[in-house]
């Protein structure tokens, strides 16, 4: 079979391998995971600012594509806290919400992400999300989850408030206060204490009954059904939606109708930046959790491939009244626990919701959004992380200062601003540390062939001979500072007749930096000092040679460093 084919349609390679075995680990995963899924859902799409319908219809179509075009085979698709807190952000600051034109916003959003995602596969672009470092990424998801945490309040007390930072969610809550709804405040206490509880404490309880692991895992994740099934219940037998209860309400009894986003160049121009940001976080997150479990069994995921599947479900989403979708690490986990063995498990838990589209909804009528607030909550608390604080600081204080600063600004900004900020942080630290790479003056060990700081070891060296290792590739950022640090060491000895740069860890010599060495070749032989160059790699030579430096270089290229001590001494 044509194998640039299987590339970008892996389901033909794992499809026709697919047993019988397979089928049943698939179909047990996709019903736990659709159990899961069912108030989460509702719940993100509460938290996008979206009608709850709208959390399933997101959980449909592109858990389907994605099956078609994803590499990971534990991967679950759809709606997450922090990319539909993401989405509220961009979309309250363009459109009304509750309105026609906000859902037609999420709409574009979704699909001005999935042709982005589906863009950078197609380029292989898929590097470009490692300009999040692991500590921003940790910060910003860290802030994000209190953010939501807080913005949730409003449901859990039965009050208004507004605000996209955590400073005007608070001032926004103590001005609402007075007008909380102690019944609505009851069920989301009980709700939210309940959830927390059976994540924590009922695990060890059904295991000293004497449960198995298996089936006690199983109970642990119908935790959320149950607080639905009893809060709902609760509001529908006493009524009190009349009594000040704000519930989920009439919800389309139906699969997900075609919709269109908008093509207007006036809106998308507002949503290309948050869509970008949505595009890049979602693609960090669903990546991470897909190549941490493919490494359990051995799996391999393509990054760039995971782009084009991601990419064509948010496309998927947007044609189908869903908003921006990703790869969730909770419900990942749960379909990796429970035995999934292809991304046929993702399809059949997008039949499982189908259904629940069609037959379940008339039952959610009466559920109290207090109880999908809570559910929000217990989720995104989980991925609070402080500890990365500590560990930053006691490591490197640059990566303590991006920390601080992503949290700092999140927290106070909102998502897009704390994000943009970590993401220029990140860079400008990589730019700064790479712009002064560590260069060592090594000598030769005795006895041996090889060569180690002369600060670290005692170490063979010789007069005449400087030798010096470059621990980086050398590019615009740090060329000069590798002329001033070859300057300063020749200039003040007198005895000095011979530089050798080792080369071991250069991997790539940029145009700027090829200018330095020619600028270093002319300053040594205005000295009467050579310079010679050890241990380069193939493509590098290639470079050098390719641009006529080698014919101009005053000393020689040798292949290993003891080699060019002894030449040069020869």
């Known amino acids: ?60 179509v592109p858990i389907m594509l994605y099956a078609v075009f994803g590499t990971s085979r534990s991967l679950a698709v759809g709606p997450v806290a922090v990319v539909s807190l993401m989405t509220a ?68 007390l039965g009050i208004s408030a507004e605000g996209h930072n955590l400073a005007e969610l608070v001032v926004s809550l103590g001005r609402n206060l007075g007008g909380i709804n102690w019944i609505t405040a009851l069920i989301g206490v009980l709700a939210t204490g309940f959830l927390f509880w059976v994540r924590k404490g009922l695990k060890p309880v ?68 948050p ?35 991601l990419g064509v479900a948010n496309i998927g989403a947007s044609l189908t009244g869903g908003f921006p979708v990703t790869g969730g690490f909770s419900r990942s986990v749960v379909n990796f626990d429970a035995g999934a063995a292809t991304p046929a498990a993702g399809a059949f838990t997008a039949v499982g919701l189908a259904i629940a589209a069609l037959a379940l909804t008339p039952l959610i009528y009466f559920l109290p959004t207090a109880t999908l607030a809570a559910t929000i909550i217990v989720a995104v608390l989980s991925l609070v992380d402080f500890s990365i604080l500590k560990r930053s600081w006691a490591y490197n204080r640059g990566d303590f200062a991006a920390v601080a600063t992503t949290i700092l600004l999140t927290l106070a900004l909102g998502v897009e601003a704390g994000i943009s900020a970590g993401v220029l942080l990140s860079v400008l630290l990589h730019l700064y540390r790479s712009s002064k790479p560590h260069i060592a ?40 500072y590798l002329e001033d640090r070859i300057q300063a060491r020749v200039a003040g000895d007198k005895e000095v007749r011979h530089v050798i740069l080792q080369c071991s860890a250069i991997n790539e010599i940029d145009f700027s930096a090829l200018e330095s060495l020619e600028a270093i070749n002319d300053r040594l032989r ?39 001590v002894q030449g040069v001494l020869a």
């Open 1 to 60: 079979m044509n194998t640039r084919l299987i590339r970008y349609l892996p389901i033909l390679s794992w499809g026709r391998h697919y047993t019988r075995s397979d089928l049943g680990n698939d179909l047990t995963a996709a019903f736990i995971v659709t159990i899961m899924l069912i108030p989460q859902s509702l719940a993100y799409a509460l938290l996008a600012g979206l009608p709850a319908e709208a959390g399933l219809y997101a959980s449909i």
């Open 89 to 156: 952000a961009a979309l309250s600051n363009i459109v009304e919400q509750g309105t026609m034109g906000y859902a037609v916003a999420a709409l574009s959003l979704a699909g001005l992400s999935g042709v982005i995602l589906v863009a950078m596969g197609l380029f292989r672009l898929g590097f470009v999300a490692n300009f999040l470092s692991h500590p921003v990424i940790a910060g910003f998801i860290t802030a994000s989850g209190i953010i939501i945490a807080a913005s949730q309040l409003k449901h859990i």
């Open 206 to 273: 059904l295991t000293k009954l004497g449960l198995g692991a298996g089936l006690t895992g199983f109970l642990v994740k119908l935790g959320p059904i149950v607080v639905v099934v009893a809060t709902t219940a609760a509001v529908w037998y006493w009524g009190l939606d009349a009594r000040g209860v704000k519930i989920v309400g009439a919800v389309p009894q139906s699969l997900p109708p075609f919709t269109l986003p908008s093509f207007s160049p006036a809106l998308l121009q507002q949503l290309l930046l």
């Open 275 to 309: 869509a970008f940001l949505i595009s890049i976080i979602g693609f960090v997150e669903s990546i991470s959790v897909a190549q941490t479990l493919a490494a359990k069994k051995r799996q391999r995921i393509d990054p760039d491939q995971e782009l084009i599947g």
């Open 441 to 480: 003056e090594v000598g030769q060990m005795p006895g041996t062939e090889h060569f180690r700081n002369i600060l670290r070891h005692k170490v063979i060296t010789h007069p005449s001979i400087v030798t010096l290792r470059v621990d980086e590739s050398l590019y615009f950022a740090n060329a000069r």
């Open 526 to 564: 205005e000295m009467d000092v050579k310079l010679h160059l050890s241990e380069v790699k193939g493509p590098v030579m290639d470079r050098l040679a390719e641009q006529h430096f080698l014919d101009q270089l005053t000393g020689r290229v040798f292949l290993s460093q003891y080699e060019a």
